[in-house]
């Protein structure tokens, strides 16, 4: 049985901090589903290719959960923690430790699962309408969210060599 190392609770803590707050600093109101367009992607994208699918999962879903019950839209609490965890999820599980294509690969279909989760619920909160207003923000938030996660991503790594263990699971030398 393998056990959670300390290290990984507070990145995933520290993480989902972060996501909280990108989430929260910009906020631009979508009067048709009652949402906003937000940073919260870069966030989201940077745990799940910096520290992998179970950090991105916690990370994404948890972090924009809370900022959406901090920010006053506690209506999209449980929306946005399926479509952002999910969304972290298969961005490390795709991109973590995958090289160009891998990142590319989970760029993509952790934003395009965030987004089929969004025009879902609000198809069915808000009408087929109200969901389809709202696609080109979220395909502009998913897209932000590589365009500066995946540099970040670099940036950080070149900073940083270190930050490629974080998160890891443990090797049978250190159990």
Known sequence: MSRIRPATIAIAAMMTAIAAVFTLIVRVPIPATQGYFHFGDVAVFF??????????????????????????????????????????????????????????????SGGLAMMGVYFAAQAIAFGIGSAVVEMPFNLLQMAGGGLIGVPLLYLVRRAYPPILQMGQRPTWREE
């Open 47 to 108: 745990a799940g290719f910096a520290f992998g699918p179970l950090i991105g999962l916690i990370a994404g879903g948890i972090g924009t959960g809370l900022a959406d019950v901090l920010g006053g839209f506690a209506f999209y609490a449980p929306i946005s923690l399926l479509a952002h965890g999910v969304q972290g999820l298969l961005a490390g599980l795709l991109g973590h430790d995958r090289g160009p294509r891998g990142l590319a690969l989970g760029w993509l």
